[in-house]
């Protein structure tokens, strides 16, 4: 009834734990929910989690119930009522998936130091709880030991390059032999992450240098062959140049002969007693004065001095013909 709970909690003390601070209540009836609220909220800054024999045990997390200091049993999520002070909630293990990142420094098999981040992600399995607190004092330690084991056994037998490319390789082995051992003490590995493959600095700084060169070197041979290709074009369309050049001429030339030799046959045959010969001299000593009306019509032509007088025109000719 109310006023016998009115005078239970009126002056009274409520004790939660060994060791724990004590909470006077003083107040009235109407203030009893606010201070049972204040208990609940002290027993869970001490720990507790609950209130005398009560414990709370929050989603994701099992808890651990011991019996003077034996192991009891184990308690899900919500209300876990104990036996106190002869049973007590030991620890509560996080289900959830938890981290780990390992640095870890080692030789590659080109002698190249690098240093490399793996990130290991675990929980605990809810049904080996059991082997999960008492089996392992440290787990982040034991974790980091196998890591650095498989890490210093497969990364010497990479080169450098080989490395980079073997991400895939080294994190399926760190799962595989973390797999094989933490799962024995109730963990059960989620996945491994190569989160960082960093050499030297001065490595880097090298392997950049090579990649620029090479860079620079395929750049330089792009543009040989481009300057080859336009040295060959220009030496293809020269010689074609020159060939249409000298088909021209040999097609002018033939032009030349026929003309003339109609020239010849078409005179010796419209004029009676004319020999073949005049002809010849007559169309010789026309070209004569057209080379030498070609020669005073282009001012910007060299000055070219030949003989010329009543008697240069017999003695050209005779020079003519015995050149022919």
């Excluded at 209300?79 to 981290?99: E, H, K, T, Y």
């Excluded at 050049?245 to 078409?266: F, H, K, Y």
Aim: hydrophobic share 35%; net charge neutral.
């Amino acid at each position: 009834s109310r006023s016998k709970d009115e005078s239970r909690l009126h002056g009274s003390t409520v004790h939660c734990r060994p060791g724990a601070p004590l909470v006077r209540l003083d107040q009235s009836w109407e203030q009893s929910g606010t201070l049972r609220r204040r208990v609940g909220e002290r027993a869970m800054s001490d720990g507790l989690g609950g209130c005398c024999c009560c414990y709370c045990i929050r989603q994701t997390e099992i808890g651990i119930v011991e019996q003077f200091g034996q192991f009891k049993d184990l308690k899900p999520a919500g209300l876990a009522c104990v036996l106190w002070p002869i049973q007590d909630v030991a620890a509560r293990l996080s289900l959830r998936i938890q981290q780990l990142d390992v640095n870890c420094e080692t030789k590659t098999k080109d002698n190249v130091f690098v240093n490399v981040v793996i990130s290991v992600q675990f929980s605990i399995i809810a049904a080996e709880a059991f082997n999960a607190h008492y089996k392992l004092t440290d787990p982040y330690s034991q974790i980091t030991s196998y890591v650095y084991d498989v890490i210093r056994s497969t990364i010497p037998k990479l080169t450098l390059d080989e490395t980079f490319a073997a991400k895939e390789e080294i994190t399926h082995k760190v799962v595989e032999s973390l797999q094989a051992t933490m799962n024995d003490y109730g963990y059960s590995i989620s996945k491994a992450l190569v989160t960082d493959l960093s050499p030297d600095y001065k490595v880097k700084t090298a392997m950049n240098e090579i990649n620029a060169q090479k860079r620079l070197r395929s750049a330089a041979n792009e543009k040989a062959e481009a300057e080859k290709i336009i040295h060959v074009k220009a030496a293809e369309a020269d010689a074609e140049s020159k060939y249409l050049s000298g088909v021209g001429v040999a097609r002018q030339r033939q032009a030349i002969v026929n003309g003339l030799r109609d020239s010849i046959v078409d005179f010796s045959d419209g004029v009676e007693g004319t020999r073949p010969k005049d002809v010849m001299d007559l169309l010789l000593l026309t070209q004569y004065f057209d080379m030498i009306k070609e020669v005073g019509s282009h001012g910007a032509q060299k000055t070219l001095f030949l003989p010329h007088g009543p008697g240069s025109v017999t003695e050209l000719q005779a020079n003519l013909r015995s050149g022919l």
